[in-house]
């Protein structure tokens, strides 16, 4: 093992709790705060590899567990050489454990302290994911990044469900790490396992589970059950009491968030790494996120403005194409206009943590992001 | 006008009745034999205008009238300046006349002296197409080319049926030059009309109609209502009987036609000018064009091969992914895997048109071509 995960720190903002760090990884370097690009079947939907190196400079992205197991499987995943190979991303990658879309199966699925049994939304055939079967499984995927098995109660869930859920997501956890310091990855470099914080809402959970997961003492930490359904304030609230007990020399992953705003307001309370499906299912849906608020591109008022869908866009495409021809496009349903929509919104995602970053290195992070807070949420 | 279609040939093949020639557009240069793309609503489905310069080399798209008019409607094309402003393809433009999609709504469409009647299928609206009507409209899109509206008979067709079609044909490309010659372009530009020449499989019909189409003396003419169901030998031989009749020194358009080895056979035949959907309609479904055959990417014989879609192929995305992933992508419905397939099909119809030309200026086209048609039809 050649490729060891590290975090440096750089800058601590000193207006806020924002960071700026580096993760160096296998496949390369990853500066915080970053926006990961959700890749569910080992796909951007709409974006090509090459796009988002160069269009949307992505540094890192996401892949989900739980669709890849099914689809295209383990055996096509492990002869490829791993998902790098597989999809021809040779940059960092994440996937989380697969838990997530397994309780989001609702009906389908069922919960006992060995692990899940559930049923695939493909074909209906039964499987069974475990801690031990989440690593195995994540090996074969080989991301750089891979979540401990976890589960995320739903909003709102009452005390004892939550408590003993998160008890559950603890002793899983130690399932999760004893198994995988047992092997090594399979493709010759380093892959880090972040365990996740739980607890729902309540505040004494939220900090025992906190406590719980910085002393299992991993490469990175992760905060879920947010995003699920509860008020913006109830998120920060969380977020900024599970920031202040999570170590400050490793980073910090909420997971599932969110809208800028939510994004911006998690930076400055301490978090490095996101992940959201916004920026490509509502591109897909005509919905554009700018520097100056949110676009509904299938409104009436686009139809004849031919100026470009951002002037000052994040990416060539936002530049290159007019509104009055995107909304066309969404309008008729063509998949260029979910590509384009896609491609800008995630590139204004990437240039928003990127100028996170600038501004936290540059000292001024916290009145910038007051500011721009209050555009991101303007109606166009 | 400053800028007048002109059309060059520059050499005929000896081994057949190939050409090659240059068509110069106000929007630049045509260098035939082409294949051009189809991009029905202003769009070629699933690929990005750049990518059409930079991956599929494409000289000139397709726009289809019918669907435009619909979609975005007239007057948001006037309001941009035609479909160049409208989808930012400044290269040059092709539109049909309308007349075959109308028909093809068959159920929805009276056709008398005057014009047709016809309902939209995306809201049941009621509209009429004329000669007149289709060069009006043909000029607000503002295409470098654009086509006579003409009736496309079915296939099988009666004799009487298709000789009263060819005749209604006739009469209506009369009314479609009067009325375009009585104008000048809305954008500053030229743009030139094409008649198409019909009367189904019928060689008298057929003979007669070159004569009469040859004899308005426009600047390129079409071969309409073939690859309409009718056996390949019935095409070319309709195709060969057209050509020899229509003159040398205009280009000829095939319309609507078609695979790889239709496209061989009929440059063999004097034609310049192709577009077909079959390179992005199949794309979506999983069928790959190559120089060695076609592949069928949904065989489960694909699933674990890790090789490049296409090594030695025509755009960088044949080269760039695997087999195995754009199987998954394409098994799974993903949006990336109708991009990727449908790059690489438009890609290898560029370079194949592009070899011919190649050929037929090196002198070895016939030879060249039989050898092609053979591989091109094997399967994979």
Same mark, same amino acid.
């Given at each position: 093992?050649?490729?060891?995960?590290? =975090?440096?720190?750089?800058?601590?903002?000193?207006?806020?709790?924002?960071? !700026?760090?580096?993760?160096?990884?296998?496949?390369?370097?990853?500066?915080?705060?970053?926006?990961?690009?959700?890749?569910?079947?080992?796909?951007?939907?709409?974006?090509?590899?090459?796009?988002?190196? *160069?269009?949307?400079? !992505?540094?890192?992205?996401?892949?989900?567990?739980?669709?890849?197991?099914?689809?295209?499987?383990?055996?096509?995943?492990?002869?490829?050489?791993?998902?790098?190979?597989?999809?021809?991303?040779?940059?960092?990658?994440?996937?989380?454990?697969?838990?997530?879309?397994?309780?989001?199966?609702?009906?389908?699925?069922?919960?006992?302290?060995?692990?899940?049994?559930?049923?695939?939304?493909?074909?209906?055939?039964?499987?069974?994911?475990?801690?031990?079967? !989440?690593?195995?499984?994540? %090996?074969?995927?080989?991301?750089?990044?891979?979540?401990?098995?976890?589960?995320?109660?739903?909003?709102?869930?009452?005390?004892?469900?939550?408590?003993?859920?998160?008890?559950? *997501?603890? &002793?899983?956890?130690?399932?999760?790490?004893?198994?995988?310091? &047992?092997?090594?990855?399979?493709?010759?470099?380093?892959?880090?396992? =972040?365990?996740?914080?739980?607890?729902?809402?309540?505040?004494?959970? &939220?900090?025992?589970?906190?406590? *719980?997961?910085?002393? $299992?003492?991993?490469?990175?930490?992760?905060?879920?059950?947010?995003?699920?359904?509860?008020?913006?304030?109830?998120?920060?609230?969380?977020?900024?009491?599970?920031?202040?007990?999570?170590?400050?020399?490793?980073?910090?992953?909420?997971?599932?968030?969110?809208?800028?705003?939510?994004?911006?307001?998690?930076?400055?309370?301490?978090?490095?790494?996101?992940?959201?499906?916004?920026?490509?299912?509502?591109?897909?849906?005509?919905? /554009?996120?700018?520097?100056?608020?949110?676009?509904?591109?299938?409104?009436?008022?686009?139809?004849?403005?031919?100026?470009?869908?951002?002037?000052?866009?994040?990416?060539?495409?936002?530049?290159?194409? *007019?509104?009055?021809?995107?909304?066309?496009?969404?309008?008729?349903?063509?998949?260029?206009?979910?590509?384009?929509?896609? /491609?800008?919104?995630?590139?204004?995602?990437?240039?928003?943590?990127?100028?996170?970053?600038?501004?936290?290195?540059?000292?001024? $992070?916290?009145?910038?992001?007051?500011?721009?807070?209050? &555009?991101?949420?303007? %109606?166009?």
């Amino acid at each position: 093992m050649k490729h060891l995960f590290t =975090f440096q720190l750089q800058h601590r903002d000193g207006g806020s709790k924002a960071r !700026a760090g580096v993760i160096e990884t296998a496949h390369g370097r990853i500066e915080t705060p970053i926006f990961m690009p959700v890749g569910t079947a080992g796909t951007v939907k709409g974006v090509h590899q090459k796009e988002l190196e *160069t269009e949307v400079k !992505a540094q890192i992205i996401l892949g989900n567990t739980y669709h890849l197991y099914l689809r295209p499987g383990l055996d096509i995943l492990q002869k490829a050489g791993g998902l790098h190979y597989f999809n021809s991303w040779r940059h960092p990658i994440l996937t989380d454990s697969g838990g997530y879309q397994v309780y989001s199966l609702s009906e389908r699925r069922k919960i006992t302290e060995e692990g899940v049994t559930f049923r695939s939304h493909i074909d209906g055939s039964k499987h069974f994911f475990s801690p031990e079967r !989440a690593m195995d499984i994540q %090996r074969i995927i080989g991301a750089d990044i891979i979540m401990a098995f976890d589960e995320c109660p739903p909003y709102p869930c009452d005390y004892r469900y939550a408590k003993e859920s998160m008890e559950l *997501t603890h &002793r899983w956890l130690k399932r999760c790490c004893d198994h995988f310091d &047992r092997q090594e990855g399979l493709y010759g470099y380093e892959q880090a396992l =972040f365990p996740i914080v739980q607890g729902s809402t309540y505040e004494d959970l &939220r900090r025992a589970s906190a406590e *719980t997961i910085a002393s $299992f003492d991993r490469a990175g930490n992760a905060i879920g059950g947010l995003s699920v359904g509860e008020p913006a304030e109830e998120m920060y609230h969380t977020c900024e009491l599970v920031c202040d007990i999570l170590p400050a020399d490793k980073p910090r992953y909420l997971m599932g968030v969110g809208t800028p705003a939510n994004i911006l307001e998690c930076i400055a309370l301490g978090v490095d790494m996101f992940d959201c499906v916004l920026p490509t299912r509502n591109a897909r849906h005509g919905m /554009l996120y700018t520097a100056n608020g949110i676009i509904n591109i299938k409104n009436a008022k686009w139809k004849d403005d031919f100026s470009p869908i951002d002037e000052e866009g994040p990416c060539m495409s936002s530049r290159f194409y *007019t509104k009055a021809y995107l909304r066309h496009l969404i309008h008729s349903g063509e998949l260029l206009g979910a590509q384009i929509a896609s /491609l800008h919104n995630l590139s204004f995602f990437l240039w928003l943590v990127g100028e996170a970053r600038r501004h936290i290195t540059g000292g001024d $992070f916290a009145s910038w992001k007051n500011g721009m807070v209050k &555009r991101l949420e303007q %109606r166009l």
